[in-house]
């Protein structure tokens, strides 16, 4: 019998129990053995709950029982997630978790702390939620070096963006309809402002590259300033705008960045619709390939911590290797990464085509009929301060969305 | 040091040698250790190969080699393959393989000995070539009850059906032109008969299951009688025929076949084209997700093999859960399975309609301006034992097709 504990009885705690439970012979198969919860940890009560039975007040009972050998933390927040997985791996039991947010701000810690008391801090739910990506970067393309990662890691926002696509709505309204669905929170900003996709895509590269990538040093850009007539653009020109999380291998340097990006249908996160995340990683060996499902809900997530659950079940006393090291990746100046970028600009499109290509050379110009009043276009590849050179240069630039297509 | 024997030096033997060589600091980053291949086999000589080096013909010299530990099979067949796989196993070496008729006609068995061994018997690069598909079948989704697994799994006949449905070619002339570029085989038949991919449908719902699929009892139908014809229609409907190996829970039972299938844009295969491959796998937690990437070619599939020889290295002397085990899974008369079926018919649409929909009720008719001899419909779901019988009591079936949309 292994027992665990599981800290927070929330969305992910409540379906982590129940993924035990429901899926209690599966579990059992791949395990070897019966996992059994012996504590749950919340400062609330749940009169009527089940999970009354377990449930305890005071950490420090779950820390003291030698009997409990992996502790779940889906409670969020990096305080006493923080204080309470330190403590338990530096007691020597393995700690799994959901919480991005600690794994982007002290993974690197926690995993060494890990490392020195042979127990494993894993994190398979951190990231694109079900979709089995943290545990495949580690063990199954272990014979790569990889050189891209780039995904849809943020459900709220796909939803969002695939909402604006399919039914030509603003920002606003659908980030409304989103909230009263469930499918955004009350104060947005975290995924919208893209800061979610950042933490995960810092999380990923650090894995992909097995040195640290802090999240706070990813470029960031939201998708609030993305709008119906952007969608307008993006039909005409065959394409749909994602928010998308990527970090790239170029020469011997890298970069991290995330931002609204128009993609066409050769790209095969194009099809990744509503709230479903992918991610897209390339190899120098394998080439391309791509992990798609459910990037969030509560039965998914609490089935990929579960799943480290059995990992570290199996793995009780034997620390797996760490995912990266203490060393931090060097990332390039955003300034030097090179895009396509579309524009939108006032005027019409023959009156200022030629004062367009004055500064930016050949481009690709569009226009949409009943945009009467502006058109765009989309340049070369360029570096990221080259444009911004060049777009201060001209008069009646709108917006900029990049391109990669 | 970890001491390694490649068996068969053709296409993915010489990837692994290759692989293990190029990304040797990524390899000993995961494995935590040197990687070496201390033996080669091959009956053939390889004048001015390094590979002489380390190059012998007598299994026996591997065999009776102490210090060699991890033995990858990329000898391809099920003679000598099977009985050096047996014999390495028995004496305690981990063994990983790329093939798939090995795995598919003595994996249990395999496995077993691996198991009384303390060693391992690992296939990642046997199905869907470099996709992770078998080890997050195995860990990442290891909280799941697994009850779908949908795969375009071949990547020659993905190959030709996509060529067909972008070009309007004719089968025969896209398998010659398939031939002419290496994409398909001298005797395409274990290809265009969907053999391959029957071995490699058995060996994935064996893992997802838990139990044994005998690829024998796999329902197959390849696509050698899949006409340009076919994909005027498939176009019509906004489809595209795909060649896909499924198997599925039905109530208790299960089902597993291979055969053409049209599906539509909403189907996340969809837009899986060319050599490419996905696994589409439907867990009772995660529900819908998908694996992507190259299905076949000599550095994917050898970088597999190499993932396996990683993970087998930090395994020495423990052996991993075994995937399934001796029962077999119990397949349903596949005159019970449910699907639509798309049907092509002489005569025209107008003068027909009434006497189809007499015998299969209502049903979706597709005529194609061009095609002023025949027309199609597309039944409701039924049983295949239904359809055959109703098919038979109508003149004028000229071919069909299952249709999932």
Redesign the interface.
């Given at each position: 019998m292994i027992y665990v504990a599981v800290l927070g009885y929330g969305t992910v705690g409540s379906g982590v129990v129940e993924?035990?439970e429901?899926?209690k012979e599966?579990?059992r198969?791949?395990?070897?053995d019966e996992i059994k919860v012996k504590y749950v940890l919340d400062l609330r009560e749940f009169p009527g709950d089940p999970v009354m039975d377990v449930l305890v007040h005071d950490y420090s009972v779950i820390l003291n029982d030698p009997e409990v050998q992996i502790i779940a933390e889906v409670m969020g927040g990096t305080g006493a997630a923080y204080t309470f997985t330190k403590q338990a791996l530096e007691a020597g039991k393995s700690v799994c978790t959901s919480n991005k947010a600690l794994v982007a701000a002290h993974g690197t810690e926690l995993m060494h702390i890990a490392e020195a008391h042979n127990c494993n801090y894993m994190f398979?739910a951190s990231c694109g939620g079900?979709?089995?990506i943290i545990?495949?970067l580690?063990?199954?393309?272990?014979?790569?070096?990889i050189d891209e990662v780039t995904g849809i890691l943020n459900g709220t926002t796909n939803y969002i963006l695939s909402e604006m696509s399919t039914k030509g709505a603003e920002f606003d309204d659908v980030l409304r309809e989103a909230q009263a669905k469930g499918y955004a929170e009350a104060n947005p900003e975290a995924d919208v402002e893209g800061h979610d996709a950042g933490r995960k895509i810092a999380i990923l590269s650090s894995l992909a590259y097995?040195q640290y990538v802090d999240y706070e040093d990813v470029y960031t850009e939201g998708i609030t300033k993305i709008t119906a007539t952007d969608f307008k653009y993006a039909a005409a020109l065959g394409t749909r705008v994602k928010l998308l999380g990527t970090s790239k291998k170029v020469g011997s340097k890298y970069f991290c960045m995330v931002c609204p990006v128009m993609i066409d249908?050769e790209n095969?996160l194009?099809?990744v619709m509503d709230v479903?995340n992918a991610i897209f990683v390339h190899?120098?060996?394998?080439?391309?390939?791509?992990?798609?499902?459910?990037g969030a809900?509560k039965?998914?997530t609490?089935?990929?911590v579960?799943?480290d659950?059995?990992?570290e079940a199996?793995h009780i006393g034997k620390c797996?290797?760490t995912n990266w090291d203490n060393s931090r990746l060097p990332l390039m100046d955003i300034g030097e990464v090179e895009n396509r970028f579309f524009v939108r600009m006032k005027g019409s499109l023959i009156d200022n085509l030629c004062r367009v290509e004055k500064v930016f050379g050949k481009v690709q110009a569009v226009s949409v009929p009943e945009l009467a009043d502006e058109f765009a276009f989309v340049t070369d590849v360029m570096r990221e301060a080259e444009y911004r050179e060049k777009a201060a240069r001209l008069d009646g630039i709108l917006s900029m969305i990049r391109a990669r297509f």
């Open positions: 993924v035990l429901r899926n599966a579990v198969g791949k395990t070897g398979e079900a979709i089995p545990r495949p580690r063990t199954s393309l272990s014979a790569e070096v097995g249908a095969p194009y099809g479903f190899g120098n060996m394998l080439g391309d390939c791509m992990f798609y499902g459910s809900g039965l998914p609490a089935s990929a579960v799943s659950i059995i990992d199996r797996l290797v």
